[in-house]
């Protein structure tokens, strides 16, 4: 049973995104580099081609069809919480995809129903990793893999660490270690086939434009402890000011702590 206030928060994700459905891709310049050498992981993995995969979290449904090209002859799935986002899929991607409201924190599959998983970039609005691997583990077909990538604790770290001269609320969302990722995924039974991980970073002119690209992507903080209502233009000054520590020749940074992940569930030995 989900408690009240994770239900609260899921229904704050999926509004966020499905309002975020039509700019999404057009500010999805991390998204793309990222979801791109997950597809090149599971290239250089040398993995079985699957009947049946599904994209778990998979937004507007870029790497579905990217996946639907790689797999002509699967069966493809692409799946997500958000409305919004899954309206935007249906109406641009390619016909023979499947879309499916639901979370990926209570997947609608049988056990081994399901030779392949891809996750980029949405693990992170997950709350119970356990459970996430426990289920994947117990969906897949014997040999299926399930390759996902996800963000790391120093993500947005310069504007975490600005906003906390600024004020004590909760800006930025939080995100687990490679640590606890790694032994979830063990725990679960699932092998680890590559592991990768890397800091992007993004550059900007000026701050607003990175809090203008987090609100158009649908990112928003959706923790209990964040500010409620508008922020008020003094706090704004103070923020900016913070950020500025951070510029370099480059513009004003923001760091992404990337882990990609490719995992397979074992073939049982006779
Ligand atoms: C940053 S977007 C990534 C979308 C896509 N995978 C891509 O790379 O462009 C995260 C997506 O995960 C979805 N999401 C978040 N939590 C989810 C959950 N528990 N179950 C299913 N989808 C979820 C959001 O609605 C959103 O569409």
Request: hydrophobic share 40%; charged share 20%.
């Amino acid at each position: 049973m989900m408690s009240p206030v994770c239900e609260r928060k899921k229904q704050a994700v999926a509004d966020s995104f499905s309002r975020a459905a039509d700019t999404y891709d057009s500010v999805a310049q991390l998204q793309r580099q990222v979801g791109e050498i997950l597809q090149q992981h599971i290239a250089q993995a040398g993995l079985g081609k699957p009947a049946r995969l599904v994209d778990l979290g998979c937004g507007t449904g870029y790497f579905t069809d990217r996946l639907a090209t790689t797999y002509p002859d699967a069966h493809i799935f692409g799946l997500d919480l958000a409305g919004g986002m899954l309206a935007h899929a249906k109406a641009h991607r390619h016909p023979r995809l499947q879309w499916l409201g639901g979370d990926m924190e209570q997947l609608p599959f049988a056990a081994h129903s399901v030779d392949a998983m891809f996750t980029s970039l949405a693990l992170q609005w997950c709350e119970d990793l356990p459970a996430f691997f426990r289920d994947v583990h117990s969906i897949l077909t014997p040999g299926g893999w399930l390759a996902l990538c996800t963000l790391g604790p120093s993500t947005l770290h310069e504007l975490r660490s600005s906003w906390a001269q600024v004020d004590d609320y909760v800006h930025v969302n939080q995100f687990d270690s490679a640590e606890h990722l790694r032994r979830c995924a063990a725990g679960a039974g699932l092998v680890e086939v590559q592991w990768r991980t890397d800091t992007v970073q993004l550059h900007y002119a000026r701050l607003g434009e990175l809090t203008h690209e987090l609100k158009a992507l649908g990112a928003h903080n959706v923790n209990e402890a964040r500010a409620q209502g508008l922020t008020a233009p003094s706090k704004l000054r103070a923020l900016t000011q913070a950020y500025e520590r951070f510029r370099t020749p480059s513009g004003l940074p923001a760091s992404y702590e990337v882990y990609w992940l490719v995992l397979k569930k074992a073939v049982p030995v006779l």
